[in-house]
Nanobody, 126 residues
């Protein structure tokens, strides 16, 4: 059984930083992809960043240059380093995992991920 668990959310002032973590267990394939998505109240889910096991990454337009996705394969953990946070970054952040995705644009498509966490809340105050 695959489990996806996020952590690291919290409240921060505008301009601050946070690092989210996502631990995936039970996924036995050596090739995979993982991603971060977010959803604010009353808004559609938005792709934040995605990464495959080969290290290829892609970012949503609104976070490029501010957020960095990375992974530690030894401990099956995905990270999202968020800098220069803005109030519009306030949302529930979800981690997702699934099969290997070669095309960078497809890393940001939620339908390509089978396993999702419960989310971690990020609140940025002005």
């Amino acid at each position: 059984q695959v489990q996806v668990v996020e952590s690291g959310g919290g409240s921060v002032q505008s301009g601050g930083s946070l690092r989210l973590s996502c631990v995936v267990s039970g996924y036995t394939y050596s090739d995979y992809s993982m991603a971060w998505f977010r959803q604010a109240p009353g808004k559609e889910r938005e792709a934040v960043a995605g990464m495959n096991s080969g290290g290829r990454t892609n970012y949503g337009e609104s976070v490029k240059g501010r957020f960095t996705i990375s992974q530690d394969t030894a401990i099956n953990t995905l990270y999202l380093e968020m800098n220069s946070l803005k109030s519009e970054d306030t949302a529930m952040y979800y981690c997702a995992a699934g099969p290997f995705i070669r095309v960078p644009a497809w890393l940001l498509r939620p339908e390509n991920y089978a396993y999702w966490g419960q989310g971690t809340q990020v609140t940025v105050s002005a």
